[in-house]
């Protein structure tokens, strides 16, 4: 072989290996119990879930509804490990287009619920385990599909065969769709729960959120702003969040002593911050359980206070007298 045949074969070569048909396809979202994604986006670029909003304008009334809330209260990590013996946080369960469907009875919420049949696996796991006595939620993703689905206060029926709910949404991921006017879904805010969970394989093992986050609140104002679709109490106090609230945590909060997962989490709150998606306790913020997190290197989050996070400028408020 001569020196220039030598030269072209390699010149094809490289070019060949650079082809799309060549080049690895990113790895499919695995199967089973919080499962890695590797990596691959849940809804579009541009779905609020995925907006960078660190240098969005702060509301005119962030102080005082920061204060509402609580300037001195903790942020907690409602997820980790164990906790009173289920696993902590809200688990969810990806499953391929094989997995059969099932119906779902509606026991409270069917005229604002998508109808199934829904892909449930008989056995998939419920937030708080199978004794709970919460809000019992089961999210389950067709990864083939890339279809979300979400079941609120959800229980067995026929040992799986079926299964009842208060209410159920389900979420084609590769869209920006929202819910309708007025309706809720497997959540308070009308809000898909899996995009503002807070996930192990994109913290310890991608090493970055991309997304904001899902937090609740104990008192809520009886109003939504977009994304959300829906309200959940009864106070018309101007000063309470409304569903749907965006807020940040300050660029200048300094996270240089806390470990490199907390980081990661830290980042994603000045990048992305949390959206106000129910009521709860306040200032508790989503994710996934595993048996892999640290509950002491989460527990540090602790650190940060209410008073470290400003409110994103809202725009619109749906109410009762604005109409929804």
Known sequence: MTPITRLTTVTLLILFMATPAFCAEPMPPDLGLNADLHGKRVFPADNPWNLDISRAAVDPKSAQIV?????????????????????????YYVVSDKQAKV?????????????????????????GGPKSDGDRHVLVIDRDNWILYELYRAFPVDGGLAWKADSAAIWDLKKNTTRTAGWTSADAAGLPIFPGLVRYDEVALRKEITHAIRFTVQKSRRGYVAPATHWAARSDDELLPPMGMRVRLRENYDISGYSANARVI?????????????????????????????????????????????VVKMERVVTPKSGR
């Open 266 to 310: 830290l980042t994603a709150l000045k990048k992305y911050g949390m959206i106000l998606a129910d009521n709860g306790s306040d200032w508790f913020i989503s994710g996934a359980p595993d048996p892999r997190w640290n509950d002491d290197e989460l527990n540090t989050l602790k650190k940060v206070k209410g008073k470290d996070f400003e």
């Open 67 to 91: 204060a509402r809330i609580g300037a001195e209260r903790s942020l907690h990590p409602d997820f980790g490990t164990v906790w009173q013996g289920a696993p902590s946080g809200i688990p």
């Open 103 to 127: 119906e779902i009875k509606f026991a409270a919420y069917a005229n604002e619920s998508d109808p199934g049949p829904y892909p449930v696996p008989g056995d998939a796991n419920i937030e």
